[in-house]
């Protein structure tokens, strides 16, 4: 998909200062104690008439110690680690739209995931999610393409989640 240009506004008399609008994945997201309390979610999600088959799930990689992650079509989810620099521990997320993103910044010179995420979203957002992840709590992205499926998925992640939720857009270098 190609980017699309649009003016800024009807009344701008400077049509030569286009807007153009990027390719972006968008995500509402929330974070879990317990891989426990994640099931749950994804039972609520499912329940809500969400098909989960653009989620990642992001943790420490000893979180995922022991761990199976299946897809809608009851294949394994691969995890990919995320060894930055910057981390006492290694991170992981579940492969899909979110890891191919971090790896993209790591592999940019990105030297933590608050680095990394601070490509796209505010620092202080940043580096909510770098101490959550950090302090051993599971961040779940889930992909949402329009309007009902975010209010889906943010009412399902509002009541299974153990703490804030929010939709964040990132955009694949690999698309801009």
């Given at each position: 998909m190609g980017n699309t240009v649009r003016p800024l506004a009807s009344s701008v008399h400077r049509a030569e200062f286009p807007l153009t609008e990027q390719p972006k994945l968008r995500f509402a997201v929330g974070m879990f104690n317990s891989w426990a309390q994640l099931c749950d979610a994804l039972r609520d999600l499912r329940a809500r008439g969400l098909v989960l088959d653009g989620f990642n799930c992001l943790a420490l990689e000893r979180v995922f110690?022991?761990?199976?992650i299946i897809a809608s079509d009851q294949k394994p989810i691969a995890v990919e680690v995320l060894p930055?620099?910057?981390?006492?521990e290694s991170m992981a997320c579940t492969?899909?739209?979110l890891a191919d993103c971090l790896m993209?910044?790591?592999s940019s010179g990105a030297q933590s995931l608050k680095d990394a995420l601070g490509h796209w979203l505010i620092p202080r957002r940043a580096a909510y999610f770098h101490d959550a992840v950090e302090a051993g709590k599971i961040l779940f992205w889930i992909r949402v393409v329009h309007a009902d499926q975010e209010r889906r998925a943010y009412q399902s992640l509002l009541v299974c989640s153990s703490n804030s939720v929010g939709v964040h857009d990132l955009?694949?270098?690999?698309?801009r």
């Open positions: 110690v022991g761990k199976a930055f620099p910057e981390s006492p492969s899909g739209p993209e910044r790591l955009m694949p270098l690999r698309e």
